[in-house]
């Protein structure tokens, strides 16, 4: 993993549009306007790590077509996914709330593009505008619970049903039914070892529901792998 970034060619912070993620989006044409104006476009690739427990956060990402992979750390080594932003959501939202310091860590898990601010200037901005203010508390207040619902799946749910929450989420996400995902990085999610990762896909792949070779994954029966999927997965769609 790495922690580059390198910029996009269309960066330009004077005319920048914001309709390219959904949250910001949401907001009132003038205040889309405002931010751009603090915002630049940069890439990111695959396995960049965009924030670590404990460290400072330096800027507040809104992916465009990218995904972002959000993992509590336990002793350094130990991960689990509590949870993912695609171009509905944003990375750093917690800064507005005094926590200057990372709580997860943030990894790319497709490549792609997102907009950036500098978290200073993203504080300063969410004191200005009260629809700024409305749309994140009400996205933290999601995002809160996603986090728990991720919890209680990984305490009660045998990992063939996680496993199928885990891909229909990212395919949500990502608008397609083929993506990339390897074991490790899924094994890193599920909070399992890579075998167990390597039993799931099997079961899945047996049933005819998912193809998987090299981390190349394609969704073959959506409505099945929802029937094998938790009930986790109709909540997170829900909110």
Do not use: W
């Amino acid at each position: 993993m790495h922690t580059s970034i390198s910029h996009s060619p269309d960066d330009d912070r004077g005319q920048l549009r914001l309709a390219n993620n959904r949250l910001l989006a949401s907001l009132p044409d003038d205040d889309q306007q405002q931010l751009a104006a603090k915002c630049e476009t940069v890439r990111v690739d695959n396995g960049q790590i965009l924030s670590e427990p404990g460290q400072e956060v330096r800027y507040i990402y809104f992916p465009i077509d990218c995904l972002v992979s959000l993992l509590g750390v336990a002793e350094g080594r130990m991960t689990l996914e509590v949870g993912s932003i695609g171009r509905e959501g944003m990375l750093g939202a917690a800064v507005v709330l005094g926590h200057e310091l990372a709580q997860v860590r943030a990894v790319v898990q497709r490549s792609g593009r997102t907009y950036r601010m500098v978290a200073g200037d993203f504080v300063t901005e969410f004191h200005r505008m009260d629809s700024l203010q409305r749309l994140l508390h009400r996205y933290t207040d999601v995002q809160l619970a996603q986090a728990i619902q991720i919890a209680v799946c990984s305490r009660f749910h045998v990992l063939e049903a996680r496993l199928a929450r885990s891909l229909l989420i990212t395919r949500d996400r990502l608008q397609s039914e083929k993506f990339h995902l390897t074991h490790e990085f899924l094994a890193h999610a599920l909070g399992v070892r890579r075998v167990g990762v390597t039993k799931a896909a099997s079961a899945l792949q047996n049933q005819r529901l998912i193809t998987y070779s090299r981390g190349n994954i394609e969704i073959l029966d959506s409505a099945g792998l929802e029937s094998a999927s938790c009930h986790c997965y109709e909540m997170f769609k829900d909110k």
